[in-house]
């Protein structure tokens, strides 16, 4: 949900002003507003600490039902394990597979239902066939960090925290 975009079904002359200070666009049948952070990108979700790196992430619709589970469960912590470009932290969710993958883009956070653990990816692991990330076995696909190369300096496991980045 990195861009989020709202649409109001409605012409008046609220539809050429600013709404919750976003920008907003007349269209013939009504707004689109564009969130954003500090810098102007999109707002991210999730902070996500790994040991002394300070990542951020947002939320997909890949699993939104164990999206919503991780949600409700945050902050979550412990010492994770790593596996290859892959590291794994234990979790209190239990929810089955939902559009479950075993393929996965660098930077995905997901959730494995098999370990009931949260996995961050940022390159290949020993299931790799090449470059791309492979989880063990498929997991459910909940956020996308938004830049991975501090995890690139990791020589082993290290404690993991997610938080919501209000």
Partial sequence: MADRSVRILQRSALADED???GEAFNSAVGVSIKSSGRDGGPMSDLTIRVGDHTLR??????????????????????EASRWGDELYVRTPVDV???NARE?????AVAYWPQGNALCLFWGPTPAS???EPRAASPVNVVAEIDEVAPLRS????ATV????AK
């Fill in 19 to 21: 709404v919750s200070s």
């Fill in 57 to 78: 992430a947002t939320w997909t619709d890949d699993a939104p039902t164990t999206r919503d589970a991780i949600a409700d469960a945050l902050p979550i912590a412990g």
């Fill in 96 to 98: 089955p597979a939902e």
């Fill in 103 to 107: 393929t996965v883009p660098v930077g």
């Fill in 129 to 131: 066939d090449g470059a």
């Fill in 154 to 157: 990791l020589s082993g496991g």
């Fill in 161 to 164: 925290s997610l938080e919501s």
